[in-house]
């Protein structure tokens, strides 16, 4: 089974910038996709951002001109750079793959306050 590790949150005061990283166990080759979701306090978790084997981005509009997916195949390691962060960004921070079978990671917080 795959394992995701997440990395990289922490606190940042809002406009501040963040890169997350997802180190995943095996060749993302093989990943058809990628995506990072959130969870926020008394929200549900969301999908924010996600990347194909080809390389198609997709974004919820709330963070679209403001995050960036990307991803480096010989590092094995997906990442989120996220710019201009708001307060409403604050959440645990997850990736996953397409297949609902692998398991989730501890995820990282990211945390935007004053």
């Known amino acids: 089974q795959v394992q995701l590790v997440e990395s990289g949150g922490g606190l940042v005061q809002p406009g501040g910038s963040l890169r997350l990283s997802c180190v995943v166990s095996?060749?993302?080759?093989?990943?058809?996709?990628m995506g990072w979701y959130r969870q926020a306090p008394g929200k549900q978790r969301e999908l924010v951002a996600s990347?194909?084997?080809?390389?198609?981005?997709s974004y919820v509009d709330s963070v679209k001109g403001r995050f960036t997916i990307s991803r480096d195949n010989a590092r094995n390691t997906v990442y989120l750079q996220m710019n201009s962060l708001k307060p409403e960004d604050t959440a645990v921070y997850y990736c996953h793959t397409e297949n609902r079978f692998d398991s989730w990671g501890q995820g990282t917080q990211v945390t935007v306050s004053s």
């Open positions: 990347i194909t084997s080809r390389g198609s981005t």
């Open positions: 095996r060749s993302i080759f093989s990943i058809i996709a």
